[in-house]
């Protein structure tokens, strides 16, 4: 398994760096706080917890993790985007939070108040359903929902997530109707998919369930296929057409608008380092991310560009939010 897993690193090598580029002299004197706007156990938490035990290192001061889910996102990122913009408060942030929600409800924060300061990683989506209905595939189970229209229901991280856009995208590519259940965050989805209260789930802290036979993933989105799941097809395997909005599926830092452009740059060159690490590439593949770097500036023209490309989505889809 670690070969495999080194190998399918080894295979998005082009997707981390080879050295930070930075030559930011920026010296953190003090703990560097990194919100995470949902749940522990969570995607986003395990990204952040991996970046932040590297990157503490590397730059002399610990980097403390705090989940503060709520409002889809929005507390935590509300918080950060209050805060003091001097590097000590990071916002470890999914597509959604700059690109998706702000767009179609009302949030609790300025997403002009937050600057990008780097990309980390880019998320594999396992498509995982409930063992009460006895499905044991994909195809199975779009049998089963198009004999019960309405009936289903996918969970969800919140309104506006990337999560409730994958329930969308997903359902309609694959020409069936489901119900959508927002969690505040969605480890908050675990009893009830294990009952049968929900029928599926987009998330790969789901994985070690699915090993365990508690709940069974079908389906998984993604350039290739998972170590930890080598017999469950992609998407495009499995003939759905997703529209590309996967891609633009990312996790990466944010912090307070008038930042320091030294402290921002500091950052980020500190996390390509981590990213190019093969010890870290593996274990984010372990949790279904693979490393993906890139510097606030890029980071910054892709924010934007999915903000647009996400409102056109939407809009085509006809989804409402609120």
């Known amino acids: 398994m670690i070969r495999r897993r080194t190998a399918l690193a080894a295979g998005f090598a082009t997707?981390?760096?080879?050295?930070?580029?930075?030559?930011?002299?920026?010296?953190?004197?003090?703990p560097i706080r990194m919100i995470v706007p949902y749940g522990p156990g969570g995607s986003a938490d395990?990204?952040?917890?991996?970046?932040?035990?590297?990157?503490?290192?590397?730059?002399?001061?610990?980097?403390?993790?705090?989940?503060?889910?709520?409002?889809?996102?929005?507390?935590?990122?509300?918080?950060?985007?209050?805060?003091?913009?001097?590097?000590?408060?990071?916002?470890?942030?999914?597509?959604?939070?700059m690109a998706i929600t702000p767009s179609v409800r009302k949030v609790p924060y300025d997403p002009e108040a937050l600057t990008a300061v780097c990309r980390l990683s880019t998320p594999v989506l396992p498509v995982t359903i409930t063992t009460k209905?006895?499905?044991?595939?994909?195809?199975?189970?779009?049998?089963?929902?198009?004999?019960?229209?309405?009936?289903?229901?996918?969970?969800?991280?919140?309104?506006?997530?990337?999560?409730?856009?994958?329930?969308?995208?997903?359902?309609?590519?694959?020409?069936?109707?489901?119900?959508?259940?927002p969690y505040k965050t969605i480890v908050d989805a675990t009893g009830d998919i294990f009952?049968?209260?929900?029928?599926?789930?987009?998330?790969?802290?789901?994985?070690?369930?699915?090993?365990?036979?508690?709940?069974?993933?079908?389906?998984?989105?993604?350039?290739?296929r998972l170590p930890d799941l080598p017999d469950v097809p992609t998407a495009r395997e499995a003939g759905l057409d997703l529209k590309g909005f996967r891609e633009r599926s990312w996790f990466g830092l944010l912090a307070p608008k008038g930042t320091p452009q030294d402290a921002l740059d500091r950052i980020s060159g500190e996390a390509a380092k981590a990213a190019a690490?093969?010890?870290?590439?593996?274990?984010?593949?372990?949790?279904?991310?693979?490393?993906?770097?890139?510097?606030?500036?890029?980071f910054g023209r892709q924010v934007s560009e999915d903000r647009v490309y996400f409102a056109g989505l939407i809009k085509e889809l006809d989804i409402k939010l609120e």
Do not use: C
């Not at 089963?144 to 999560?163: D, R, V």
């Not at 949790?287 to 890029?298: K, L, N, W």
């Open 133 to 181: 209905l006895g499905a044991k595939s994909w195809q199975e189970f779009v049998v089963l929902a198009k004999q019960n229209p309405g009936q289903y229901w996918y969970g969800s991280s919140g309104l506006g997530t990337i999560t409730h856009l994958t329930g969308e995208v997903l359902t309609r590519a694959a020409g069936i109707k489901m119900q959508h259940a």
């Open 277 to 298: 690490q093969p010890d870290l590439q593996e274990k984010l593949v372990g949790v279904a991310q693979i490393a993906q770097h890139q510097s606030p500036a890029d």
């Open 46 to 97: 395990q990204v952040a917890r991996l970046y932040a035990d590297k990157m503490s290192t590397a730059l002399g001061q610990q980097i403390i993790v705090e989940d503060k889910p709520g409002a889809s996102g929005g507390v935590g990122a509300a918080m950060v985007a209050s805060s003091a913009p001097d590097g000590y408060t990071l916002l470890l942030s999914p597509t959604a939070i």
């Open 195 to 224: 009952d049968g209260r929900i029928q599926m789930v987009f998330d790969p802290s789901f994985v070690p369930y699915h090993k365990a036979g508690k709940v069974r993933t079908v389906l998984q989105e993604g350039a290739m």
């Open 15 to 30: 997707l981390a760096p080879l050295a930070a580029r930075s030559q930011s002299t920026w010296k953190p004197t003090k």
